[in-house]
């Protein structure tokens, strides 16, 4: 069979996923260290086996997808609003002050005006699946005020950045195709997304009671709509899997169909960090050292701590110092605005690679400096 070492290929690398992350989490180190790792190792600019860079990209494409779309069907705003309080404006509010910090300082820099506020946006989002395992580590020291208020701060960044992604993206493809035309594929993208959203959760209802079927309708419909959204619309993939999932009502069956995307996330997860890794070539990266320097330094300054001082005047129930340092990473949607940048010539391959290995570091360092900061409380619980 033509397809025997493909399949060969991708059984050896989640095996090979499964003893980098022991491994690394021997070394007390998380998980996703050990995944970045062999995504190197494999990748064509280091020594040794190359693995089919095609293959293990259109996977963590798929992945990507998936794990949006489920944030997506978890996100009740609703709901948020009433957990959360204050992370309702405090949340977007540092979205846009990193934002407009980062776009500054890289703009200073050579870089234009679109294309830096895109890399500023891309600063400013936080990790899902980075911050899902810190809030699951057998190994946390957060308690659940904070990892609650990490969650649903990371909601709220998505879902800001949706927004200003659409505006962002429409402006970044000004020059081949109308302003107009962008904004037009985008409305229609949201009311497929609304219709499918009204008549998903019914047609689930019926094939509930089969197991097979429901489950292939969940991992297919989150397909589709982000299939839909990018080939017919023009609207990027990953951006269309996120707003589908946000469109389902939060109901007992959207919520079982979510449960259902769970292991698929966490399996094409893995995948997701190995593929990042392959993206990084070392040559482009001593090029680009100064830009990476610098993206993990507005990290820092320009997103860590507006978190922190953000908590503290919200006075929202957490640790503010745990939850600045637990959002302190940037990840899927900044990749794939990376992505983006350097497919319409926006930003130069150091860039790039610096931006890729900025989502690597910043995960890796946000997931172990956070089980450092033990500290008490400093916030009283106030009504949201």
């Known amino acids: 069979m033509e397809s025997a070492p493909s399949v060969l290929e991708l059984g050896a690398l989640l095996v090979a996923a499964v003893a980098a992350g022991w491994l690394a989490r021997r070394l007390g180190l998380p998980a996703v260290v050990g995944y970045l790792v062999l995504g190197l190792a494999v990748s064509p600019f280091t020594p040794g086996y190359v693995a089919d860079r095609q293959q293990l990209q259109l996977l963590a494409d798929v992945g990507v997808v998936l794990l949006l779309f489920e944030v997506g069907i978890e996100v009740d705003l609703w709901r948020l609003r009433h957990e959360h309080g204050q992370i309702i404006w405090a949340a977007p509010l540092q979205v846009l002050v990193t934002t407009a910090v980062t776009a500054a300082v890289v703009m200073a820099l050579g870089i234009a005006l679109v294309p830096a506020v895109v890399v500023g946006l891309a600063i400013a989002l936080s ?84 197991p097979d079927l429901f489950l292939l309708l969940s991992v297919g419909s989150g397909l589709v709509i982000a299939g839909v959204g990018a080939v017919i619309f023009g609207v990027p993939l990953a951006l269309a899997a996120f707003i589908g999932g946000l469109v389902i009502t939060e109901d007992p069956v959207s919520r079982e169909a979510r449960r259902q995307l769970l292991p698929f996330r966490d399996l094409f997860a893995v995948l997701f960090f190995v593929a990042v890794g392959a993206l990084i070539d070392p040559a482009d990266l001593a090029a680009g050292a100064t830009w990476l320097l610098l993206f993990l330094g507005l990290i820092v300054a320009a997103k860590v701590v507006p978190v922190y001082v953000l908590a503290r005047i919200g006075r929202i129930s957490t640790r503010p110092l745990q939850l600045a340092v637990g959002l302190g990473q940037v990840g899927e949607f900044s990749f794939v605005l990376a992505a983006l940048l350097v497919a319409v010539g926006a930003i130069t391959s150091p860039v790039y690679v610096a931006m890729i290995a900025a989502v690597a570091v910043s995960i890796a360092a946000s997931t172990i400096i956070v089980r450092l900061v033990r500290v008490p409380a400093e916030i009283t619980p106030t009504a949201g």
Request: charged share 15%.
């Open 127 to 210: 990790s899902s699946v980075a911050i899902v395992n810190i809030t699951r580590s057998r190994r946390r020291t957060t308690d659940p005020p904070t990892e609650r208020a990490m969650l649903g701060w990371s909601v709220v960044q998505d879902v800001t950045g949706v927004i200003l992604a659409a505006i962002v993206i429409v402006a970044l493809r000004g020059q081949s195709e109308t302003l107009v035309d962008a904004l037009i594929g985008f409305a229609a993208f949201a009311l497929v997304a609304i219709v499918t959203a009204l008549l998903l959760p019914r047609i689930l209802r019926q094939v509930r009671g089969q």
